[in-house]
Each structure stands twice: as structure tokens, then as C-alpha cells.
């Protein structure tokens, strides 16, 4: 077929402004605009602990032995296709991923309670239980922690529900406001949706112990509040995957319903494939099934079906008992790097006489250290050191190594005791 | 076990939704003879799904390449895989690539790229309606309701013809208040088949932007229709060469074979660089909230093909292979049917262009047609070219020509006479 002469489709056809003349730039995420200085920035001594993602002792990115394992196994599946996924994703996957959360001898499973359904990671795991509680929950306020991971807020919003938040962090103690949580929780519509990090909260790495979580499970049961778990970081707390899940799985022991955003973002290192699972556990079977059919229908308006890739790795490590077994290992490695990391950073602080209390470092846990620095601190930081966090002073303690941690303990220290 | 506790105790269970459904029907049939022409899926002469050669080849050397990692894409995708999938689809020498005036983002797969497109029209486009052809694809009304368009339609399809109802798309169109945004398939028409000429589509870029109505293009099916990319371009093309603004929704689930691995992009052509820039910064801001950064692998795949001279014509030839395969099922199904004679005019199924044949058949002899002889459609009468093969073509005709002579005479004796207009005579 010729090309159509373009000799009558001049321009003055379409002369005028642009209709999205009016569209104001937006502000750049500002988890990104850490990384794009730090990507800029020329010093040879530059350092990124702003990210949440793993990164070796040589500060590079980590794709788990396992992980590689089995990409190439499925590569060598010829009998593998490139089919469209049901709306709800790899039904193998599912099944794995609600045993993975809820552990394999969940009553909650086996009376078949639980609609477990593929999604994009953990955030579009939560996007898409927005989503659906928006369309058929009753009550559309959502109860946040103060602070929390800096993209939750924007998944109810977009979802259009209503934002309120809940005291969390104590910034005298660094450690939990549990009396200022109990307080806010107590005073919360019934019904109201509770957004919780099942561990290794983002950004303080402040989790409740066991006890707290008990207390916290009575009083969202006697007020009929509903919880929303983001679970992120199963297995990176404790290198226990059980130990890890134990909040999640209060709140499946008593019958009672729940909402679940998984993500294998971190704990397998497949970030950029976009692995996770959205569960929601319900009081009957039949519910679960007419709640799935409904999920149905908030997924396939915004992208049909789940990507295949990620989803196929996962689900041949898990199935597999001896992957599986590698994964644990490998898991536990990296864990056992961040909590070592923990003590060296708080040895070189206390070793320079840095002023102030830091046993936060070694008390708070998973990914991530809520230092305590503010933001001018960090800004110094950034300036004479070239170190990057984030403004609320979180250190991700996956990108330190003990190459670095004197040069954190020095910037630190430099900062505690010239900027107050 | 008590439900009334439970707090979704009153949702409604959804209906299954109907293309899909068609292949959970087909599942439950035990019959030998059974045939799926519902999903669009290329299907080879033996009936098996099909990974093209090149993307075998691309997979493995992504995998075998130990220095790849998984980290985070940016949110806006990899920005290869953007660079070449707005080559592809404007030209590599399109003006306005080179002026800079196109923001393109990687999505998942058709359905994500318009569902992000749609969700910034929504927050940032004065004119909030949206105008779809009837008929459409099952999943745009979703999409868009959803997003916060409201959705109209314009003539589309005539039945009388099984072709295209020109002068009632001018007419709707025509009509639509200024600014108004109008959803077109680049090519291929999902479901009826029926395309534009390019006079046709010249007349429809004229009054589009008389109007000062805004296109929205559906690209699901570049270099399937006719087995040239380029070709099946050309109308986007035309109303990116006219400086004016346009979407465009890319999909390389079937060109490239990559169904379950969603990888899209969407387009935006702005009247300049700063407008495009600025598009792209709001453009984030509906993507992060939703699942913040798209999945690596599928779009890896493209970009790794695209950008190798070798790989892309293996390519090339692969496509070309299977759009060939479905123009000769459409002969084979057209010359199947002229030989037994069955009633009625059915060169509208060699007429017809892409993975889809209107058959033109009603909702009673499709329902025939799956009793009597397990053939798997949607009730629209859209059979799925891809589906057949020369073994099965005999058994179709044969459906086709009994539900047409037999049901027929049901449409006679059946009240309504919307039934008996689609009957053939």
C-alpha cells in the first residue's frame, strides 16, 4: 500500500496550542531524585543508601544463585508458551504464595477462605485491594502509620478512599509509639480499613514484638476494624520465613478476615519482574470464591492478566523442595550481612563517641535504619560526604558494607555534633 | 460456616467475562472434534500455541547473560524498549521523534497502555468523553468507565455489508462536541475485521481535526493485518504527519507473540518538547500509584529484537509467516463455503483484515454451532482466524453452512424481528 501524500495534511489542519499546554510538570518521586543526584554526582566516594534494594558487600546488585537457576530451567522448558495468564494469575503461584503468608497448614486454606491472586508486586497488590474495597467495602477510610513507605498514601488516593493516619513512630525513643497506636486504633470508625507492615516496617524498622501484635489483634477485632497487611519483607526480619509471617498469621488463627499484599521484591530479589499476590482471607468459601470473581473485574480493566516471568521463577523455587531450601539459605545470608552491618555501624559510632544514644540501630530491624538524623543533618551528609538517604534520614543497611561503615560512622558523627 | 459475618458478605458473584469465557467452556468439552475460536491467540497449522523463533533466541540470550540483574525500571519502563516501540510504530525518521514531541511509556501489554492513557485523560483533558466504534473490543467500555471517561459510540460496522458504515461514522463523529476523545484501531479491527481505506482514514483525520476531536489509536495488531509493519501503520502515521496530537496504545502481545508477558507502550504526540516532557512527568504520577514500575522481562525481549538488524527481519519473516497463514484460512474458509453452496454473500470473510472474521452469524447459530459441533465462539458471531487450520476449515464450513440453513428456519417461526433481519435469506 503507498503512502498517502501528506501534501494536503498540512499543519494548519491542527494550527493551535497543544491541548495538554495547561499540564503542569510534576515534581520527580523523591525516592527518585535520590538517586538521580547520587546518579550525577562525579566523587569517587559516593554512596547510595537511599533505595530499597539489596545490594552485595561490593555494592552491586544481587540476583539470588537460586533465581538464576531457575530462569534457566524454564528456559530450557520447550515445552513453556507465552499464553496469557488466567485474570488471576498463575494458579500454581497462588497456591504457593497463600501457603508461603499463611503457612501450609492454615485452616484458613484448607477450608478454601482464601482468594489469592497474582498482581504487579507488592504495589499492585495493593492498588488492586484499594481498588476493590473502593468498589465494595462499606467504609473508605484507611488508617495509615506515621511515618510509612512514602508510595502508600497514593494507592488508596488513586483507589479513592480517605486517608487518615495513626501514631507509630516515637522519635524520643526511636522505637514504637504503642500507647499513641492503641490510642489512635481505639478511636477509628468500626469498620475502617488498618494498613499494617506484617515486619520490617518502611521507613523506621520499628516492628511491634509478638505481644504488641496480640494487643493490636484484640483491639481491631473488638472494633471491627479491618486489616490490610503489607508484607514486603517476609524472611529479611529474622531469616525466619515462619518467625516473619507471625502477625499475618494472628489474624488468620482467630477466623477472622483480612487482606494481604505480598511482594518478592526483596526476600527473591526479582524487583524489576514485578512478583506479588494479593490474598484476601474471608469468613466462608463461598464468599472467597464471589470476592475472586469480583477481583476479576477490577483486574482486567487495568492490564487483563499478570506478567508470566516472574511468577514462573517463583513458583519453580517454591515447588521445588530442594530450591526452595537454596532460596533459605541465600535469604538468610543476606540477612545475616544486614543485621552484622547493624553492630559494625553502631561499634564505629559509639567507638567515635558520636553523641547520643544509638542502640537503635542494632534494635531496629530489616532493610532499613531510621537513623534519627534530620533533614538538615542529611542534607549535610549528602553535601560533604556524598552520601545519599532519604530527607527522614532512612539508611538502607542492604547498600552498606564493611568497606563503608566507617565512612557512614564518620559522616555521622560529623553531622551530630556540627548541625544539632 | 457462617457468611453473614463475614464483611463482603453481600457482593454479588461477577459474570464470567464472556471472551474468556468461551475458553472455560471449551476446557469442560470432552468432544474429539472440539474447536476454540474464541481468544485471539495465533494458533500453527496444528493447533499449538507459538513462540517465535527470534524470541526463543532473545530469551536465551538475556538468561545466559550473567551480568543481567533485576533491579527497578524507572517508572516510565526501559527507555530502549520506548525509543524503538515509538520507531516502529511513527517511522524512524517521524518528524516528530526527532523534534522530541513524543512521550512514549512502557505498559502492560494494549489493555495497560490504554488504561494509562485513559487515567491521565481523566486528571488532565478538558473533554471527558470518550468515542468508541460499535462495535468494540469487550474490554474498552471497562477501561475507560473505570479510568472516569464516559463512554459514547459511533457507527461502525454495517451488517447489511459486513463492511464499514462510512457515512454513519462521519455522521456520529460529526456530531461529537469539540475535543471530544475518539478511540480508533490502528488496523485489524477487533471484532468485525473491517478497516478503513486509506481515502476512508484521510476523510476521518480531516474531520477529526476540523473538529478538534482527539484520536486515540488502539495498535493491537501492527504487521499482523496485512504482514508489513509499516503498512499497517499508515494511519497512525497520518495523523502524526499532520503536526497534529494523537495516543497510540502499542500491544506486542500478537505481533510479537509475547501474550502473557504484557509488554506495551503508549504514545503521546504533543505539539512540542515541553509539552511532551511535561506529559511524561504527569504521566508517572498514574503509573506509580498503580503498580510503580513495569515488569522487565517482555519488554527486554522487544528491545533486544528491535534494535538487532538480524533479529528484527527474522522477525519480520516470522510475522509475515503467520499473517500469511490466517489470509490463506480466510480462502480456505471462504472457498469451503462456495462450495457447498451455503446461502448468502461471505466474501466479507476474505474482505475482512487481521485475526478476526464478523462471521455475521446471530446469537442462535452460534449457540448451534457449539451444541451441535463443539465450534468455541463469542455470541457476536467473531471467530478467531488464528484458531483454524486446512484440517479443521472443512469442519467449520460445514457448521456454518448447517447453522445457517437449519437455524434459519428458526429465525423464521422466532418472535422479534431483529432476528430474522440477521438471518440470512
Not at chain 1, 120 to 138: E, I, N, P, V, W
Not at chain 1, 229 to 236: E, K, L, S, V
Amino acid at each position: 500500500m503507498e503512502s498517502l501524500s501528506t501534501k494536503e495534511t498540512t499543519s494548519k489542519d491542527c494550527n493551535g496550542k497543544s491541548v495538554f499546554e495547561n499540564v503542569v510538570r510534576a515534581p520527580d518521586v523523591p525516592v527518585y531524585a535520590v538517586m538521580v543526584a547520587y546518579s550525577k554526582d562525579p566523587s569517587p566516594l559516593k554512596l547510595n543508601l537511599g533505595i530499597g534494594v539489596y545490594r552485595t558487600e561490593d555494592g552491586k546488585p544481587h540476583v539470588l544463585n537460586v533465581v538464576r537457576r531457575a530462569e534457566k530451567l524454564l528456559l530450557d522448558d520447550k515445552s513453556a508458551t507465552k499464553e496469557y495468564l488466567p485474570i488471576t494469575g498463575m494458579a500454581e503461584f497462588n497456591k504457593l504464595s497463600a501457603q508461603l503468608v499463611f503457612g501450609a497448614d492454615s485452616p484458613a486454606i484448607k477450608e478454601n477462605r482464601v482468594t489469592t491472586v497474582q498482581c504487579l508486586a507488592g504495589c499492585g497488590s495493593l492498588r488492586t485491594g484499594a481498588d476493590f474495597l473502593a468498589k465494595h467495602y462499606h467504609q473508605h477510610t484507611v488508617y495509615l502509620s506515621q511515618p510509612t513507605y512514602g508510595n502508600h498514601p497514593n494507592f488508596f488516593l488513586a483507589a479513592g478512599l480517605t486517608l487518615k493516619t495513626y501514631r507509630y513512630y516515637d522519635p524520643t525513643t526511636r522505637g514504637l509509639d504503642f500507647q499513641g497506636m492503641l490510642e489512635d486504633l481505639g478511636s477509628a470508625p468500626s469498620g475502617a480499613i488498618v494498613l499494617f507492615q506484617s515486619c520490617s516496617h518502611n521507613p523506621t524498622g520499628v516492628d511491634p514484638n509478638l505481644e504488641q501484635w496480640e494487643q493490636i489483634r484484640q483491639l481491631m477485632r473488638s472494633k471491627g476494624l479491618l486489616p490490610f497487611f503489607d508484607n514486603a519483607y517476609q524472611g529479611i526480619v529474622s531469616g525466619s520465613l515462619d518467625m516473619d509471617a507471625q502477625s499475618v498469621r494472628m489474624f488468620v488463627t482467630d477466623g477472622g478476615e483480612c487482606l494481604v499484599a505480598q511482594s518478592y521484591s526483596k526476600i527473591m530479589g526479582l524487583y524489576g519482574e514485578r512478583v506479588g499476590a494479593l490474598s484476601i482471607v474471608c469468613k466462608t468459601a463461598d464468599v472467597a470464591s464471589r470476592v475472586e470473581s469480583q477481583l476479576k473485574l477490577v483486574i482486567r480493566p487495568m492490564y487483563s492478566n499478570p506478567p508470566i516471568h516472574g511468577a514462573a521463577i517463583v513458583t519453580a523455587i517454591l515447588k521445588d523442595r530442594e530450591m526452595f531450601d537454596e532460596w533459605t539459605v541465600e535469604l538468610k545470608a543476606m540477612v545475616n550481612r544486614i543485621i552484622d552491618l547493624r553492630k559494625q555501624l553502631y561499634d564505629a559510632l559509639c567507638d567515635r563517641g558520636t553523641p547520643g544514644d544509638w542502640s537503635h540501630i542494632v534494635k531496629q530491624v530489616g532493610m532499613y535504619a531510621f537513623s534519627g538524623l534530620n533533614a538538615e543533618q542529611v542534607g549535610f551528609i549528602t553535601k560533604e560526604y556524598h552520601i545519599y538517604m532519604s530527607s527522614d534520614g532512612r539508611i538502607n543497611m542492604a547498600g552498606l558494607s564493611a568497606k563503608t561503615v566507617p565512612y557512614l560512622a564518620d559522616a555521622i558523627y560529623s553531622a551530630v555534633t556540627r548541625i544539632l | 460456616m457462617d457468611s453473614s459475618s463475614s464483611v463482603f458478605a453481600n457482593i454479588v458473584r461477577a459474570p464470567e467475562d464472556p471472551i474468556l469465557g468461551v475458553t472455560v467452556a471449551y476446557n469442560k468439552d470432552s468432544s474429539p472434534n472440539k474447536l476454540n475460536l474464541g481468544v485471539g491467540a495465533y494458533r500453527t497449522e496444528e493447533g499449538k500455541p507459538l513462540v517465535l523463533n527470534v524470541v526463543r533466541r532473545a530469551e536465551q540470550m538475556l538468561v545466559n547473560d550473567n551480568s543481567r540483574v533485576k533491579e527497578y525500571l524507572p517508572i516510565v519502563g526501559l527507555a530502549d524498549f520506548n525509543k524503538l516501540s515509538a520507531k516502529l510504530i511513527f517511522g524512524a525518521d517521524s518528524p516528530a521523534i526527532q523534534e522530541n514531541r513524543v512521550t512514549t511509556v512502557q505498559c502492560l501489554s494494549g489493555t495497560g497502555s490504554l488504561r494509562v492513557g485513559a487515567e491521565f485523560l481523566a486528571k488532565h483533558y478538558h473533554q471527558l468523553t470518550i468515542y468508541i466504534p460499535n462495535p468494540t473490543w469487550g474490554n474498552h467500555t471497562k477501561i475507560f468507565t473505570l479510568a472516569g471517561l464516559s463512554v459514547k459510540t459511533y457507527r461502525y460496522y454495517d451488517p447489511a455489508t459486513r463492511g464499514l458504515d462510512f457515512q454513519g461514522l462521519l455522521e456520529d463523529l460529526g456530531a461529537a462536541p469539540s475535543g471530544s476523545i475518539v478511540l480508533l484501531h490502528a488496523c485489524a479491527h477487533n471484532p468485525t475485521g473491517v478497516d478503513p481505506t486509506n481515502e476512508q482514514w484521510e476523510q476521518i483525520r480531516q474531520l477529526l481535526r476540523s473538529k478538534g476531536l482527539l484520536p486515540f489509536f488502539d495498535s493491537a495488531y501492527q504487521g499482523f493485518a496485512s504482514g508489513n509493519l509499516d503498512a499497517d501503520a499508515q494511519s497512525v502515521r497520518m495523523f502524526v504527519a499532520d503536526g497534529g496530537e494523537c495516543f497510540a496504545a502499542q500491544s506486542y502481545a500478537k505481533n510479537m507473540g509475547l501474550y502473557g508477558e504484557r509488554v506495551g507502550a503508549l504514545s503521546i504526540v504533543c505539539k512540542t518538547a515541553d509539552v511532551a516532557s511535561r506529559v511524561e512527568s504527569q504521566l508517572k504520577l498514574v503509573i506509580r500509584p498503580m503498580y510503580s514500575n513495569p515488569p522487565i522481562h517482555g519488554a527486554s525481549i522487544v528491545a533486544t529484537i528491535l534494535k538487532d538488524r538480524d533479529m528484527f527481519n527474522e522477525w519480520t519473516v516470522e510475522l509475515k509467516a503467520m499473517a500469511d497463514r490466517i489470509i490463506s484460512m480466510r480462502q480456505q474458509l471462504f472457498d469451503a463455503l462456495s462450495a457447498k453452496g451455503t446461502p448468502g454473500d461471505w466474501s466479507h470473510i476474505i474482505k475482512q483484515i487481521g485475526m478476526f472474521t464478523f462471521t455475521g452469524l446471530n446469537t442462535e447459530q452460534v449457540a448451534f454451532m457449539t451444541k451441535e459441533y463443539h465450534i468455541y465462539l463469542t455470541s457476536d458471531g467473531r471467530i478467531s482466524m488464528a484458531g483454524l487450520s486446512s484440517k479443521t476449515v472443512p469442519h467449520l464450513a460445514e457448521a456454518i453452512h448447517a447453522a445457517v440453513t437449519r437455524v434459519d428456519t428458526y429465525c423464521a417461526v422466532s418472535t422479534g424481528l431483529v432476528y430474522a433481519l440477521q438471518c440470512e435469506s
